[in-house]
C-alpha cells in the first residue's frame, strides 16, 4: 500500500460539501481570471500555486518559486497577488458557509448541543434547583462592547462583495430551485466573482472615524438585531415546560452591547465631540429604523378583529388618545383596517418610531420605556382576549429588541486617556487660556450630557480612563464634568478605572479602596445597587511584560478583585479587554469565560470585541448566535459554585508552577526588550512602519509623535511583533518558561532519571550507559546536548539561537549583534522596556527581582544553567550524578554556541535510531526542512539532533 501524502489526507478529510464548494469557486475565478488576463495569468497563478505546495516537502521548489515570482513585472505580479487574494476571500467564504451548515445540521437532529444555553440551564437545574436557576438568571449579564482597533482590514465594498457571492450560493444550493433558476444563480455567482477581482483591495483614502461607526452598524443591521430575540427564545424554552409560545416569557433580555467606535479618543485625533454626537444620531437611526419596520411589520400581520379578539379598556383609551394627537393618520390608519384595534394601534407605535427618528416632538417618544409600555399594552390586551400566541410570538420578540438595544443601540463608551484629564485640570486651575485640547474635553463631557437627554442615561454614561494609576485620575473626570456642565446637571457618569500595566493591576485594590472615598462614586454606587466596574487591559500588560506574564498577572488581579469586592459587598464587573490575537487574550470567548479566576465572573462578563474578530463572529446569522449562545452558556456555568470550586483547586495546584513559568517568561522578554540593539533590529525586521502607513484605521499607531518602542501602541507592538524572525514579541517568554519548567523538574537531556538515579528501566529497552567522563567525549553528547542543536559541518559557524531556539531569517534584515541576544542589561524605559530615556519605578523593580532570582545565566564559557541548584528542591533529587561536561573554550563561535568544527557528520549521523544496539522503540521520526546560517543561505552536512520525550515527560532517545 503506498503512503498518503499529508495534502491528500488533509483533502480526504475535508467535508465533501466543502470541497466541493472551494472547487466551485475556484474554477469560477479561474473562468474569470482566464478571461479577464489571459491563459497567461491562470497559468502563472496554477504554477505559482503548485510550487507553493511541492515547497513544502522540496527545497528546490521554493528557489523555484522564489525564481517565478522575480521573473515577473510588477504589474503581472500585482494580478497575481490579486488572484490568490481573491482565491482566499472564497475559500474563507466557504469555510464559513461549511460551519454555519454544520452548526443547522447539528441542530436538526434535536441533539442537545453542547455549550448550549438548554445544557447550561439543565446542569444548574439539576445542581442548584429551581429557585437558585432563577436568582442567577436574574443577574445575568452579556456584555460585548465592539471596538475599532484593529480594524477590519477588507474594504466594505470587498465585504459586500463577498457578502453577494455567498447570497448565489445559497440560490445555488437550494434544492426547490428549477433549472432555470440555476443557470441564472450561476450566472450572477460569476458576475459577482468578476466584480470581487475587479474591487480594489487596498483603500485609496484614510479611513475616518464615522467611516469605522458605519462599517460596525452593518453588523447590528444584519445580524445583531435579529438573532438576539432567537436567543432569548432558546433560552426561554430551556427554562420553562409546555408550548413557550402560550405564556409569558421566562427568559430574562440579558445581552447588553457596547460600542468604542466614535468614541474612544485616547491617542486618536480623530474622534472628536462632534464624531461621538454624529456616532449616537447614526446609532440612533440605525436602531429606531429597525424597531420601525419591525412594529410595522407585526402590526400589519396582527388582522384580529373585535369580534375574535377585542381590545382592552386599556387598549381602547390609548386609541382615543392617539386619535385626538393625530386625527388625520388614526382615521387613515382605521378605513384600512376597521374594527382591528390590535392592529390600528401598533401602526400608530410605527407612525411615533418614525417620528422619533425624524426628530418631530409632536408625537415623538421621549424614551424606549415609553415604546416599552406601548407594547406591553397590546401585549396585554392581546392576553386577556385569549390571543396568547398572538402576545407571546413575534411581538414578544419585538419587546425583547427593545429592552436590548433601546434608542441607542449599543452604548456608546468614552475613553481618554489619564494623562489629558490631569493637563486640562492643570489647565483650568491655573487660570489661563484654555487649549483646544482642554476644550476638546469638555465638549465630550458636554455631549454626554446631551445624549443622555436625547436616547436616555443608558446610551452614554461609561467614562473609561487608560492608565488608571490613583484614585485621583477618577476625581478629575468628575471634577472636569462639573466644570463643563456651565451652572447645568453634569451628566450622569460611571467613571471606570483602566488597569493596563502589571504595576497598575498590583495595585489596583489600594485604588479601587481610595475610588470608594470619592462623593460621586460613592453617589453612584448607592443609585445602582452598588455596581461597580473595572476594565483589565490584556494589550498593554502584554506590552510590558509578555503575553505569559500579563496572563498571569491579569489572572492574579482577577483573584484579588473578586476578592476585594465580597469583602466590600460590591456587585464588581470585570471589564476585559481583549483582542483577536492571542497576544492579547483571544481565542474562543466560551472557552476565556471557563478560565476566569474563581468568583470573578459572577453572572456578569463583560469583554471588548476587537474590530479583526468582529466580522468574523458576527457577519454570519449561524455562527453569530452560536457564539453569543457559548458566552451566555459559559458565564452561567462559571457562576455556579461547583464550577468556582474547581476552578479554585485548578488554581492552588497550579500555582508554584504557574510562578516559576511566569518568572523565567518575564526574564527573557524584559531581557529581549532592554537587549542593546533591540529597538533599532525591531524597527528594520518588523512590518510596524508599513501596517502604520497602511489605510485600515482612523487611529494612529503611536500616541505620541515619538518614534521609539514606548511611544508605539499595543496593538501594533503585536501585530508587527508577531511577524519578525524568532516571534519577538510572543515566541521567547514561552520557550524560556518552557525551558525554566523542564529545568526544575528535572526533564532536559541529562536529567533523565528517576530520584534513586539508576538508570530507566525498560521490558526490551537497552539501558542507557552512564554518561562518561569529560575525557574524550564528543561535544554533541556532552550535558545540555539535544536543544534542537544544529551541528554544522566543518568550518562552518553555527546558525545563531534566540530564546533556545532557531530564529527564522530574513534576508536583508539581520538578526540583532550576539551581544544583544545574550547580554541581559539591568536597564529599561516606559513600559516596553526599550532604549534610551530615565530609568522607571518599573525597571527598577524588574532589576530587584533579577537579582533576587536564580541565576540562569550564562555559566563560565558554557550556555546551559547549573543543573543542581539548592533553591530548587526538585534539582537535588534529579541532578546527575556527575559533573557537566566543561567544554574548551575554542569550541564556541561568537558567544552563540559551540562551533563543532572537529567532528565531521559521518554518513549514518542523521538516522539517530541507529546510533546504539538493537530496533528503537516506536515509531521513525523523518524531518525535512533546511538549516540557514544568519544571511539565509543553505549550510551543507548540517546534524539537527532531537529529543523525543516519553508521557512521564522524560527524555529517552537521544543522539
Not at 440560490?171 to 443557470?183: I, K, N, V
Not at 498593554?540 to 473578586?562: I, W
Not at 528535572?746 to 526490551?764: A, C, I, N, S, T
Request: aromatic share 4%.
Amino acid at each position: 500500500m503506498s503512503a498518503v501524502s499529508p495534502r491528500e489526507s488533509a483533502r480526504q478529510e475535508m467535508p465533501e460539501a466543502l470541497r466541493k464548494e472551494v472547487r466551485l469557486l475556484g474554477d469560477l475565478l479561474g473562468q474569470v481570471l482566464s478571461e479577464e488576463g489571459g491563459v497567461e495569468l491562470l497559468e502563472d497563478v496554477e504554477k505559482l500555486r503548485r510550487t507553493v505546495i511541492a515547497a513544502r516537502v522540496r527545497d528546490e521548489e521554493e528557489r523555484a518559486a522564489e525564481e517565478l515570482v522575480t521573473g515577473w513585472s510588477l504589474d503581472q505580479a500585482e494580478r497575481v497577488a490579486r488572484a490568490f487574494t481573491c482565491y482566499f476571500h472564497l475559500a474563507n467564504l466557504a469555510e464559513e458557509r461549511h460551519r454555519a451548515r454544520a452548526l443547522r445540521e447539528r441542530d436538526r437532529t434535536g441533539a442537545e448541543l453542547a455549550e448550549s444555553l438548554a445544557s447550561a440551564v439543565a446542569e444548574i437545574r439539576d445542581s442548584l434547583g429551581e429557585e437558585r436557576l432563577g436568582r442567577l438568571l436574574s443577574e445575568l449579564r452579556v456584555h460585548p462592547v465592539l471596538t475599532a482597533h484593529p480594524t477590519e482590514a477588507r474594504r466594505r465594498a470587498v465585504v459586500a462583495a463577498i457578502t453577494r457571492v455567498g447570497v448565489q450560493l445559497d440560490r445555488l444550493d437550494d434544492p426547490r430551485a428549477s433549472g432555470r433558476e440555476q443557470r441564472d444563480a450561476r450566472r450572477r455567482l460569476l458576475e459577482e466573482i468578476d466584480t470581487l477581482w475587479r474591487t480594489a483591495q487596498l483603500r485609496s483614502t484614510q479611513v475616518k472615524a464615522l467611516d469605522e461607526v458605519r462599517t460596525i452598524m452593518a453588523v447590528f443591521d444584519d445580524t445583531l438585531f435579529r438573532i438576539v430575540p432567537e436567543l432569548y427564545r432558546e433560552l426561554d424554552a430551556a427554562l420553562g415546560a409546555g408550548d413557550p409560545g402560550r405564556r409569558p416569557p421566562l427568559a430574562p433580555a440579558y445581552l447588553r452591547f457596547g460600542s468604542w467606535v466614535g468614541g474612544d479618543r485616547d491617542g486618536n485625533p480623530a474622534v472628536t465631540a462632534e464624531v461621538t454626537a454624529e456616532t449616537m444620531r447614526i446609532q440612533a437611526q440605525h436602531v429606531l429604523l429597525g424597531l420601525e419596520a419591525a412594529t410595522t411589520r407585526i402590526g400589519r400581520a396582527l388582522t384580529a378583529d373585535a369580534v375574535t379578539t377585542a381590545a382592552s379598556e386599556d387598549l381602547r383609551a390609548r386609541l382615543a388618545a392617539a386619535r385626538k394627537a393625530d386625527p388625520e393618520r388614526l382615521a387613515e390608519i382605521e378605513a384600512r383596517a376597521p374594527q382591528e384595534q390590535h392592529r390600528e394601534y401598533l401602526l400608530h407605535v410605527a407612525d411615533r418610531i418614525r417620528s422619533t427618528r425624524g426628530e418631530q416632538r409632536l408625537l415623538a417618544y421621549h424614551s424606549p420605556v415609553e415604546l416599552l409600555d406601548d407594547l406591553l399594552a397590546v401585549q396585554r390586551s392581546l392576553v386577556e382576549a385569549g390571543a396568547l400566541r398572538l402576545a407571546y410570538g413575534e411581538l414578544q420578540h419585538l419587546v425583547w429588541q427593545v429592552e436590548t438595544f433601546g434608542f441607542h443601540l449599543a452604548e456608546l463608551e468614552i475613553r481618554q486617556h489619564s494623562k489629558v484629564h490631569q493637563e486640562a485640570l492643570a489647565e483650568l486651575e491655573g487660570g489661563g487660556p484654555r487649549s483646544a485640547a482642554t476644550e476638546e474635553v469638555l465638549a465630550t463631557l458636554q455631549v454626554m450630557g446631551r445624549i443622555q437627554a436625547r436616547y436616555g442615561v443608558q446610551a452614554c454614561r461609561r467614562y473609561v480612563v487608560s492608565f488608571t494609576r490613583h484614585a485621583g485620575d477618577i476625581a478629575d473626570v468628575y471634577t472636569l464634568a462639573a466644570e463643563g456642565s456651565r451652572g447645568a446637571a453634569p451628566a450622569v457618569l460611571d467613571v471606570i478605572p483602566l488597569f493596563e500595566t502589571a504595576e497598575d493591576l498590583a495595585r489596583a485594590p489600594a485604588v479601587l479602596d481610595a475610588m470608594l472615598e470619592l462623593e460621586p462614586v460613592r453617589r453612584r454606587l448607592e443609585a445602582s445597587g452598588r455596581e461597580l466596574e473595572v476594565m483589565l487591559g490584556y494589550s498593554d500588560s502584554t506590552k510590558e511584560v509578555g503575553p505569559v506574564s500579563a496572563t498571569f498577572a491579569l489572572y492574579q488581579a482577577q483573584e484579588t478583585l473578586a476578592r476585594w469586592a465580597r469583602e466590600r459587598d460590591v456587585r464588581l464587573t470585570l471589564f476585559h479587554g481583549r483582542g483577536g490575537a492571542l497576544g492579547r487574550g483571544g481565542g474562543p470567548a466560551n472557552r476565556a469565560v471557563r478560565a476566569q479566576a474563581p468568583g470573578s465572573v459572577a453572572g456578569r462578563f463583560k469583554l471588548t470585541e476587537q474590530g479583526e474578530v468582529i466580522f468574523a463572529r458576527y457577519s454570519n446569522l449561524a455562527i453569530a448566535r452560536r457564539h453569543l449562545e457559548q458566552v451566555s452558556s459559559a458565564v452561567l456555568l462559571s457562576s455556579t459554585p461547583r464550577v468556582e470550586e474547581i476552578a479554585e483547586r485548578a488554581a492552588e495546584r497550579f500555582r508554584q508552577l504557574g510562578d516559576t513559568v511566569d518568572g523565567a517568561a518575564r526574564e527573557a522578554y524584559l531581557a529581549l526588550l532592554e537587549a542593546d540593539g533591540f529597538e533599532d533590529w525591531f524597527a528594520r525586521i518588523s512590518p510596524v512602519e508599513e501596517l502604520s502607513r497602511l489605510r485600515i484605521g482612523s487611529r494612529p499607531a503611536r500616541r505620541d509623535a515619538g518614534r521609539r518602542l514606548q511611544d508605539l501602541r499595543a496593538i501594533p507592538w503585536q501585530r508587527a511583533g508577531s511577524r519578525p524572525p524568532g516571534a519577538a514579541a510572543g515566541g521567547l517568554p514561552g520557550v524560556a518558561a518552557l525551558q525554566c519548567h523542564a529545568r526544575q523538574r528535572g526533564d532536559e537531556p541529562g536529567q533523565d532519571r528517576p530520584p534513586d538515579r539508576r538508570p530507566l528501566p525498560g521490558p526490551g529497552r537497552p539501558r542507557r550507559p552512564r554518561r562518561p567522563a569529560a575525557e574524550g567525549v564528543r561535544p554533541d553528547r556532552g550535558a545540555g546536548a539535544g536543544r534542537d542543536r544544529a551541528r554544522p559541518a566543518a568550518g562552518r559557524p553555527p546558525r545563531p539561537l534566540l530564546g533556545g531556539r532557531a530564529a527564522q531569517p530574513l534576508r536583508g534584515r539581520p538578526l540583532p549583534p550576539p551581544a544583544a541576544r545574550t547580554a541581559l542589561p539591568a536597564r529599561a524605559a516606559g513600559s516596553a522596556g526599550g532604549a534610551g530615556g530615565p530609568r522607571t519605578p518599573a525597571a527598577a523593580d524588574r532589576e530587584r527581582r533579577r537579582r533576587r532570582a536564580p541565576e540562569h545565566r550564562l555559566m563560565g564559557e558554557g550556555f546551559e544553567p547549573p543543573f543542581l541548584h539548592p533553591d530548587y528542591r526538585s534539582t537535588v533529587l534529579r541532578a546527575p550524578a556527575q559533573e557537566p561536561v566543561r567544554l574548551p573554550p575554542e569550541w564556541f563561535h561568537h558567544g552563540d554556541g559551540p562551533a563543532f568544527g572537529r567532528i565531521p557528520v559521518r554518513p549514518g549521523d542523521a538516522d539517530l535510531t541507529r546510533q546504539h544496539a538493537g530496533q528503537p522503540l516506536g515509531e521513525r521520526i523523518i524531518i525535512a526542512g533546511r538549516v540557514l546560517d544568519s544571511d539565509g543561505r543553505g549550510i551543507p552536512g548540517t546534524l539537527v539532533e532531537v529529543w523525543q520525550a516519553n508521557a512521564a515527560g522524560r527524555y529517552v532517545t537521544g543522539s
